[in-house]
């Protein structure tokens, strides 16, 4: 199983930048869609971007659009998650996940992904 490791998360005042990182283990990064879900107390963990083994499709929910940019870097085996102009509303914990199912268009929910990192704090201050 892959490995998956995010780091890059904080405490920032609002219209902050951060830049999440997700390494992963192994020599396949490049065969996984990558994800970045996150989850708020008493709230369901839901998709906030996603990207494909190549990188050149991308997905945003609508709430992070023009605001965050996810990309990826297949020979350093790690994907990223550019955080600009932070809101109280976007703290959470942010998970990186990998799907190893081939699909037509990149997965949006939690089932789609099978491999998940441990989570980074994300807390943003008004």
């Known amino acids: 199983q892959v490995q998956l490791v995010e780091s890059g998360g904080g405490l920032v005042q609002a219209g902050a930048s951060l830049r999440l990182s997700c390494a992963a283990s192994?020599?396949?990064?490049?065969?996984?869609?990558m994800g970045w879900f996150r989850q708020a107390p008493g709230k369901e963990r839901d998709v906030v971007s996603a990207?494909?083994?190549?990188?050149?499709?991308?997905y945003y929910t609508d709430c992070v659009k023009g605001r965050f940019t996810v990309s990826r870097d297949n020979s350093k085996n790690t994907v990223y998650l550019q955080m600009n102009s932070l809101k109280p509303e976007d703290k959470a914990v942010y998970y990186c996940a990998a799907e190893p199912k081939l699909r037509a268009a990149l997965g949006v929910r939690t089932d789609d992904y099978g491999y998940w990192g441990q989570g980074t704090q994300v807390t943003v201050s008004s």
């Open positions: 192994g020599r396949t990064f490049s065969i996984y869609a």
């Open positions: 990207i494909s083994q190549s990188g050149r499709t991308t």
